[in-house]
């Protein structure tokens, strides 16, 4: 009874603590938290006034549907090979030079994201742009995070950027009398401001404070700190190993792993083989000091062999494995098991040596690590596991670029463009013209340029769902009936009177920009999708109540979604240089920060100038 004598507003912003909560723990995966709010709406229906019907409602926005279908017709672009075709483009700009390196990494990349979805995008260039800086001797670091950056002011140019400028769109047509929502090029003239201004950032301060983390000419062992995990070693006559299989001697000690064995200068790749040891062999080992000094005792093997293991202990010899570097990307498979669950050593003889995760390095308890987007792994594959991560995009592996291959044959067998690329961009263009026409509302625009993918051969129907961020349209369709909530117990209105009271001391320019700012800041630790379900009804409450342009309010929760440069958290893209390039979390903050500060004033000024603050 006690339960029931408490006001609704009170019970939706205890869940909305909650949620917040566990979006900033990561407890469990942010989508799985936005599910539970979905179930969690309706169990306390009675204090949140969402229904069955409006909790699930999100699954049938317009806006997470269109997102589902940028993500699928980008798949199609991606498929022609024109990405990848750049990205070798790019090696013959920068010819070995490190600023141009920084140049083409920008100014290619933000007015891409512009039209096709940045995570692709930037899940091709990372290889590319890691390969840029080797050949300019220039730490990938340097590079990396500038990547990410001008994805997601690239995002700011079109509606169909990024998923919050879809979302925002739809808001504006539920929440703003006389609005059906935000034109397709409605605001391109601002974010091409703010590209501009981001970039000239980027290529002059941003270039001076971005560190140098990884070493440019960094071997993969000494990247991941291996020296002490990987060891030589000589199989004596008398040992217990001899007459036994890798894999035998394998199951029997899990802490270490034999990855290559060494006979009458042959290599023969270990992990998983039923090659038998013999005596003299020398062993290739990975695990810790003191699991690999257990296993010499216990195994009988000779003392160490003195000489280091290096990446061209595994490269320099004829074996059908090899190392490379390999990113987890968000929406896969492995996100969120246990190396050991993965089943990456038994389906696809992939051993992970190591994990990066920004500045941690793990290396030992590998099989209990539980993998996160954004992880760099060093992995110890082969060749046809490298192409089957590559088809699958269930790992990025950053060591294996189309131009980097250019060497051994033609551009157009290394990085081939599609027959159908003129029927992709094509489709592509009719989809963006049809919406910002308004012939048909980009939901059915889009949904009608993936059916005309398929049914063209420009993307396979498998290639389509696959290509689906899965957890973002979760994590969308979760907390849209969340800001349903905020509206319907008068949340929304309560936190708006905070930014009315604003007004009082500061101009409306002034209310605009703590409005921008403080949706940056959350956007930077809740997920910019969120921050805009959260924000916008607040916004456009606070605009009302002081006769002010709800738009112009609108646009200022959209801008400042989309562009969270503060933490690897914050966006996609951010976690997926995080761990490539070894930087640490204060790192976001420090070029990440200036940046966003900036931004907000440029984005304030422009709504400003552009759509006015009075109503």
């Given at each position: 009874?006690?339960?029931?004598?408490v006001?609704?507003?009170?019970v939706?912003?205890?869940?909305?603590?909650?949620?917040l909560?566990?979006?900033?723990?990561?407890?469990v995966p942010?989508?799985?938290?936005?599910?539970a709010?979905m179930a969690?709406?309706?169990i306390?229906e009675?204090w949140t006034?969402v229904g069955a019907?409006?909790?699930?409602?999100?699954?049938?926005?317009?806006?997470?549907?269109?997102?589902i279908?940028?993500?699928?017709?980008?798949?199609?672009?991606q498929?022609?090979?024109?990405?990848e075709?750049l990205g070798?483009?790019?090696a013959d700009f920068?010819?070995?030079?490190?600023?141009?390196?920084?140049?083409?990494?920008v100014?290619t990349?933000?007015?891409?994201a512009?039209f096709?979805?940045n995570?692709?995008?930037?899940?091709?260039f990372v290889?590319?742009?890691t390969?840029?800086?080797?050949q300019?001797?220039?730490?990938?670091?340097?590079?990396?995070?500038?990547?990410?950056y001008?994805?997601?002011?690239?995002?700011?140019l079109t509606l169909?950027?990024?998923?919050?400028?879809?979302?925002?769109?739809?808001?504006?047509?539920l929440?703003?009398?006389g609005r059906d929502?935000?034109?397709m090029?409605?605001f391109?003239?601002?974010?091409a401001?703010l590209l501009?201004?981001?970039?000239?950032y980027?290529?002059?301060?941003?270039?001076?404070?971005?560190?140098?983390?990884?070493p440019p000419?960094?071997?993969?062992?000494?990247e991941f700190?291996?020296?002490?995990?990987?060891?030589?070693?000589?199989?004596?006559?008398?040992s217990?190993a001899?007459?036994?299989?890798?894999?035998?001697?394998d199951?029997?000690?899990?802490?270490?792993?034999?990855l290559?064995v060494?006979?009458?200068g042959?290599a023969?790749?270990g992990p998983?083989s039923?090659?038998?040891?013999?005596?003299?062999?020398?062993?290739?080992?990975?695990?810790?000091?003191?699991?690999?000094?257990r296993f010499r005792?216990t195994?009988?093997?000779?003392?160490?062999?003195?000489e280091?293991v290096?990446?061209?202990?595994?490269?320099?010899?004829?074996?059908?494995g090899?190392?490379?570097?390999a990113?987890?990307?968000?929406?896969s498979r492995?996100?969120?098991?246990s190396?050991?669950?993965?089943?990456?050593?038994?389906?696809?003889?992939t051993?992970?040596?190591?994990?990066r995760r920004g500045?941690?390095?793990?290396?030992?308890g590998i099989?209990?690590?539980?993998l996160?987007?954004?992880?760099?792994?060093?992995?110890?594959?082969t060749?046809?596991?490298?192409?089957?991560?590559?088809?699958?995009?269930?790992?990025?592996?950053?060591d294996?670029t189309?131009?980097?291959?250019?060497?051994?044959?033609?551009i157009?067998e290394?990085a081939p463009i599609?027959?159908?690329?003129?029927?992709?961009i094509?489709?592509?263009?009719?989809?963006?013209a049809?919406a910002?026409l308004?012939?048909l509302?980009?939901?059915?625009?889009?949904l009608?340029?993936?059916?005309?993918?398929v049914?063209t051969?420009?993307?396979r129907t498998?290639d389509?769902?696959?290509?689906v961020?899965?957890?973002?349209?979760?994590?969308l369709?979760?907390v849209?009936?969340?800001?349903?909530?905020l509206?319907?117990?008068g949340?929304?209105?309560?936190?708006?009177?905070?930014?009315?009271?604003i007004?009082?001391?500061?101009?409306?320019?002034?209310?605009?920009?703590?409005?921008y700012?403080?949706?940056g800041a959350?956007?930077s630790?809740?997920?910019?999708?969120?921050t805009?379900v959260?924000?916008?009804?607040?916004?456009?409450d606070?605009?009302?109540?002081?006769?002010?342009?709800?738009?112009?309010?609108?646009?200022?929760v959209?801008?400042?979604s989309a562009?969270?440069?503060?933490?690897p958290?914050?966006?996609?893209?951010n976690?997926?240089?995080y761990?490539?390039?070894?930087?640490?979390?204060?790192d976001?903050?420090?070029?990440?920060?200036?940046?966003q500060?900036?931004l907000?004033?440029?984005?304030?000024?422009g709504?400003?100038?552009g759509w006015?603050?009075s109503?």
């Amino acid at each position: 009874m006690l339960l029931l004598e408490v006001p609704g507003i009170v019970v939706v912003f205890l869940l909305i603590l909650g949620t917040l909560v566990a979006f900033l723990t990561e407890i469990v995966p942010n989508d799985v938290t936005a599910i539970a709010v979905m179930a969690t709406l309706v169990i306390l229906e009675p204090w949140t006034g969402v229904g069955a019907r409006e909790a699930i409602s999100g699954f049938a926005n317009p806006a997470t549907v269109t997102i589902i279908a940028m993500y699928m017709l980008s798949a199609g672009i991606q498929e022609t090979g024109i990405v990848e075709r750049l990205g070798v483009h790019l090696a013959d700009f920068t010819a070995g030079k490190q600023y141009r390196a920084l140049v083409a990494t920008v100014c290619t990349t933000g007015p891409i994201a512009g039209f096709v979805n940045n995570t692709p995008v930037v899940a091709v260039f990372v290889p590319m742009v890691t390969k840029l800086a080797e050949q300019s001797n220039l730490s990938p670091s340097k590079l990396l995070l500038p990547l990410s950056y001008a994805a997601i002011l690239g995002g700011t140019l079109t509606l169909i950027g990024t998923s919050t400028n879809i979302l925002a769109s739809d808001f504006a047509r539920l929440l703003i009398d006389g609005r059906d929502g935000i034109g397709m090029f409605e605001f391109t003239g601002l974010g091409a401001v703010l590209l501009f201004v981001g970039i000239g950032y980027l290529l002059t301060i941003g270039w001076r404070l971005t560190p140098a983390r990884i070493p440019p000419d960094a071997e993969a062992v000494s990247e991941f700190d291996l020296e002490d995990h990987l060891t030589f070693m000589r199989v004596r006559s008398q040992s217990v190993a001899v007459g036994a299989s890798v894999a035998e001697l394998d199951a029997d000690r899990p802490d270490v792993r034999i990855l290559q064995v060494r006979r009458e200068g042959e290599a023969y790749a270990g992990p998983r083989s039923d090659r038998l040891i013999e005596a003299d062999d020398i062993l290739v080992v990975h695990g810790s000091l003191q699991a690999v000094n257990r296993f010499r005792e216990t195994a009988h093997l000779s003392q160490l062999v003195r000489e280091p293991v290096t990446d061209d202990t595994f490269e320099a010899t004829a074996t059908n494995g090899t190392l490379a570097r390999a990113i987890v990307p968000d929406g896969s498979r492995y996100v969120g098991e246990s190396v050991a669950e993965t089943g990456l050593e038994e389906y696809h003889r992939t051993t992970v040596l190591a994990v990066r995760r920004g500045s941690d390095l793990i290396r030992t308890g590998i099989a209990e690590t539980t993998l996160r987007s954004g992880d760099l792994l060093l992995v110890r594959t082969t060749p046809a596991s490298i192409r089957y991560f590559t088809d699958t995009g269930e790992l990025l592996v950053a060591d294996e670029t189309a131009f980097d291959r250019l060497a051994t044959g033609d551009i157009d067998e290394i990085a081939p463009i599609s027959t159908k690329a003129p029927i992709a961009i094509g489709i592509l263009a009719v989809v963006v013209a049809l919406a910002a026409l308004n012939v048909l509302p980009i939901v059915i625009a889009a949904l009608c340029g993936v059916v005309g993918m398929v049914v063209t051969g420009c993307l396979r129907t498998a290639d389509a769902y696959r290509a689906v961020s899965w957890n973002v349209v979760f994590l969308l369709a979760g907390v849209i009936p969340l800001g349903i909530a905020l509206e319907e117990t008068g949340g929304a209105a309560v936190v708006s009177s905070f930014l009315v009271a604003i007004a009082d001391v500061l101009p409306l320019f002034g209310v605009v920009l703590v409005l921008y700012l403080v949706s940056g800041a959350l956007a930077s630790v809740i997920t910019p999708v969120a921050t805009l379900v959260l924000m916008i009804p607040v916004g456009v409450d606070a605009a009302v109540r002081l006769g002010a342009n709800e738009f112009a309010f609108l646009l200022a929760v959209m801008f400042a979604s989309a562009t969270s440069f503060m933490t690897p958290v914050g966006y996609q893209t951010n976690l997926m240089v995080y761990g490539p390039g070894g930087y640490e979390f204060r790192d976001f903050l420090r070029v990440g920060g200036p940046l966003q500060l900036l931004l907000a004033i440029v984005a304030t000024i422009g709504i400003t100038v552009g759509w006015g603050l009075s109503g």
